[in-house]
Every structure is written in structure tokens, then in C-alpha cells.
């Protein structure tokens, strides 16, 4: 993966990222509210040899590095905390002063900064002043004297004790600023485990190695195209019927140059728009000039005749039960577009569809069409959409992005291959409009083009630009198809 991955997957998940710094700066708020204050009060001490040979001070420096550790030891050691329990004013056991008191040595020196914290201010330069000389004395008894009667090491206050003017806790900047880091952190990772455990489609590349198939057209979200009854179609102007237009125009070379007349569209489970995609494509081809047919193989759960506004009660089931002939059964929609709809739901819908009634009635309406749209089940149900595909001149398979699973991909392209299929392409729909796999440039282009013609798309009316798309469909057409 390279950086243009890294950052699309940043921003497909940013959500994530600002949910978990807002978390993280919300703890750190409660924590820098909640803890009370602490102060500080520092003293630093200077430790040095009483000898007065200058060929003396080095080794003594040298004998004093050495024993700074065992300095710091002692002044949290009983020597010191115990008789320091007993000042007036502290009210402290001696283990609470040893927990109040910090050592850390200065590097290459002789000296030890000692801080002394507590949350009473008074309390904490009342302690530092009091450690002072019960420090100088610890350490004059425990060091031996020379031949003068002098003490080896002698303890000197170089700075302090001095009370810090703000509290040394809670740091509210520096615990935002942690809580921001970690707040990232956690966000990347939680990304990299949603990343990691999230199998659904994304992108044209994934969709395509999973069919070994060309993806022949992405297909966005059209918010502006209608949800209730009705076709399902789009505006002019929109990118989702430029998309389909593409589809169109692929298909049409989707078999090496040879004609396809006969197009399965499939998927591999339920809404994933593709009674949509099948009536959507219908319409462009007819707008075209070709003479469309649009059949509703899918039995169980007819939807092509409701999205068009024409009648269910007589249809594919209809002629294949001997009920009715062809003639009977097709529906006109508009000029050069007509429907066969399922007609009633049969108790044994996959024994219809491989029936040599249904060979026949697909080679009876090949000669009578120029592009025939069979609206199919979803391949992972029932067995129907792989019988009707096989009898195509191949199947277009529909998946829904960021919603379809990568197994379930696998397993319809199987189906399809099981039956000797021939899988023309795949679509990948409902991608998300400000996805990396859309037109990015498509409405700067098309809105480019209107105002230098001084026609604005987008200011006028949706029904008028609907019908100026459609307007072939809603012209007078024959009853019957000769």
C-alpha cells in the first residue's frame, strides 16, 4: 500500500480518528479537574571535600560522585523521616514523607535536587525547610573525620528551599497534549482493526481480481433520484447516469466485439440495486434507439413492474405455465421499450426457469429484440439467477459497495462459473459519491459546459430535467412487438 492508501483510508475512517481524540481530551479534562493540586518545593544540595590541597580536590570530587546515590538513599531512609515526623505543623507519619520526597542527582556534578511535594503550599516548604538541617546532620555523623576532626564530606545548600509559584500537578497543556497523542494513536489502530477485520468491497481493484472480470462502470449514490414507486432514474445531468451510460456503452463490447443481446443481471445477495441497475439500463438503451426488452426472472419476489407502473398479472410465469403467449404478456413503456413482467409467484419457480419452455421462449424473443434484460435473484439465495444466466449470452453481476462481502463475491462468481456462465463484467453500485473510485472531475466538467452554453443543469426544475432525459420513453409505442 502506498501514502495515496494510507490517506484514503484515513479519511474513509476520519470519523473514527475524531471520536477517539474527543474521547481522550475528554479524560484528560475530567482528570485535570478532578485532581486536586500539588506543589513543590525544591532544595539543592552541594556536596565537597574540607581538604585544602588543590593536588586533593579532584579525587575528592571524584570519592563524592561516587557516593551520591547512597545520599540519595538517605534522605528518604529513617534517619531522616522518622525525627521529621515529629515537626510541629506537619502531621505526617514517616512513610508519608519518604512517599513526599524526590532525589534525582545533577549529571557530572556533586549536587542533589531534592523536591519535596505535598497539596498544602505551607506543608511542602515547612518539610523542605525542615529536611534541610536533619540532612546536614544525618550525613556530618555518618561520614568519618579526618586527623583534623574534620567530617570527609561536607553538606552545602546551594539553592532553595523555594516554593514553585504554580502546582507541579495536574499540567493540564501537557496532559491535552498526551491525551491528543494517545487519543491518535488509538484512533490508527482501531482504523487498522476495522481495516483488518472489514471484508466488504471497496474498490474497483478488489472487485475485479475477486470476478476476473472488468468492472464495467462505478456507480454512485444519487440522492436527488426518487425512493418510492416509479423507475428508479436520474437526473441528466448526474453522475450516476453518466455511470450507467458507461455501463451501456462496455456492455456493448463486453463480449470481445461479438453482439450480447441477452444480459442476466445478478447479484450476489439482496439489495444490492439490482432491479435498479436492470431497469435503469433498459431505459438507456432504449433512449438509444434499440428496441429493449426487460424480463422479470426473479419469481419469489417480482419488482420490475412496480418500478415501471404497469400491471403483475400476467407475465413470465404466465407463459411458461402455458397461460398466456408472448404477445399477451409484454408491456409496452414508452417508445422502444418494453416489459415482461413475472406475473404471479409459481410454487416451483427454478423448475419454470430450467424448463425447455423457457429455452424457447428466450429464443423466441432474441429475434424479436435487440437487447434483452433479464432481471435475475441474487445467486447466493436460490438457483434461479445461475439457470437464467446460463441461457444468456452472459451475466452482469451487481455488487454493492462497502456493503457486499468478499466471500459472498467469491462464491456467486462460482455459481456462475459452475453453470458455464460467461460473466460479462461486474458493477460496482452505491458507491459513496465522494469516494476515490467516482468521476471526480464529471460535475465540474458537465456544470462547465451548461454555463458556457448559458443553460445551469442544477437551477432547473428536477421534473424537467427527468423528462429531457427520458423523453424517448414517454412517446407513444405499438401494443404488440413484431
Known amino acids: 500500500m502506498g501514502l495515496r492508501d494510507y490517506l484514503s483510508i484515513a479519511r474513509r475512517h476520519w470519523w473514527i480518528f475524531l471520536v477517539s481524540l474527543g474521547f481522550a481530551l475528554a479524560v484528560a479534562v475530567v482528570i485535570n479537574v478532578r485532581t486536586p493540586p500539588v506543589y513543590a518545593s525544591a532544595v539543592t544540595f552541594f556536596f565537597t571535600n574540607p581538604s585544602t590541597l588543590s593536588a586533593d580536590l579532584y579525587p ?30 506537619l502531621r505526617l507519619t514517616a512513610q508519608e ?39 546536614q ?16 564530606v561536607r553538606v552545602e545548600v546551594v539553592a532553595g528551599p523555594r516554593l514553585e509559584d504554580d502546582p507541579v500537578a495536574p499540567r493540564p497543556l501537557n496532559n491535552l497534549a498526551m491525551a491528543a497523542m ?68 462496455n456492455l456493448q463490447y463486453a463480449d470481445g466485439g461479438r453482439a450480447v443481446k441477452v444480459i442476466a443481471v445478478t447479484s450476489a445477495v439482496e439489495k444490492e440495486g439490482r432491479s435498479a441497475t436492470a431497469c435503469s439500463l433498459g431505459l438507456l438503451f432504449a433512449e438509444a434507439g434499440r428496441r429493449v426488452l426487460v424480463v422479470d426472472a426473479e419469481l419469489r419476489r417480482p419488482r420490475l413492474a412496480a418500478f415501471l407502473g404497469r400491471e403483475n398479472a400476467a407475465g413470465l410465469s404466465t407463459i411458461l405455465s402455458g397461460g398466456a403467449s408472448v404477445d399477451q404478456a409484454l408491456q409496452p413503456w ?25 429455452a424457447a421462449v428466450i429464443e423466441e424473443l432474441r429475434g424479436r429484440f435487440d437487447i434483452i434484460i433479464i432481471d435475475c435473484p441474487p445467486l447466493l439465495a436460490v438457483t434461479d439467477a445461475a439457470i437464467v444466466a446460463a441461457r444468456s449470452d452472459g451475466a452482469l453481476l451487481v455488487v454493492r459497495s462497502r456493503k457486499t462481502k468478499n466471500a459472498q463475491v467469491t462464491t456467486a462468481v462460482r455459481a456462475l462459473r459452475a453453470v458455464d456462465a460467461r460473466v460479462l463484467g461486474c458493477v460496482l453500485n452505491m458507491v459513496p459519491a465522494k469516494s476515490g473510485d467516482m468521476f471526480p472531475q464529471f460535475e465540474r466538467y458537465a456544470g462547465g459546459s451548461a454555463a458556457a452554453s448559458g443553460e445551469i443543469p ?25
Open 182 to 249: 494517545v487519543g491518535l494513536v488509538v484512533g490508527a489502530a482501531l482504523v487498522v482493526a476495522r481495516e483488518v477485520t472489514d471484508s466488504a468491497v471497496r474498490t474497483v481493484d478488489t472487485l475485479q481480481t475477486l470476478v476476473s472480470a472488468p468492472v464495467l462502470a462505478r456507480v454512485p449514490v444519487d440522492a436527488r433520484a426518487p425512493t418510492g414507486a416509479g423507475p428508479f432514474i436520474s437526473d441528466n445531468d448526474s453522475p450516476r447516469a453518466e455511470a450507467l451510460r458507461q455501463l451501456r456503452a
Open 60 to 89: 575528592a570530587s571524584m570519592f563524592s560522585q561516587g557516593r551520591l546515590n547512597s545520599y540519595a538513599a538517605v534522605l528518604t531512609s529513617d534517619r531522616i523521616t522518622v525525627p521529621l515526623a515529629g515537626t510541629p505543623g
Open 334 to 358: 414508452g417508445a422502444g421499450l418494453w416489459l415482461l413482467s413475472a406475473g404471479h409467484s409459481p410454487p416451483n419457480p427454478s423448475e419454470l426457469l430450467s424448463s425447455p419452455r423457457m
Open 458 to 482: 442544477g437551477n432547473a426544475p428536477a421534473t424537467t430535467r427527468r423528462a429531457r432525459f427520458w423523453h424517448r420513453s414517454w412517446a407513444p409505442c405499438p401494443r404488440t412487438v413484431g
Open 97 to 135: 514523607i519518604a512517599e513526599r520526597i524526590t532525589v534525582e542527582t545533577v549529571p557530572n556534578t556533586v549536587m542533589l535536587r531534592v523536591t519535596v511535594e505535598d497539596r498544602s503550599p505551607a506543608r511542602a516548604q515547612l518539610l523542605a525547610t525542615a529536611l534541610v538541617p536533619r540532612f
Open 137 to 152: 546532620a544525618v550525613i556530618t555523623a555518618l561520614e568519618s573525620t579526618n586527623e583534623k576532626g574534620q567530617p570527609v
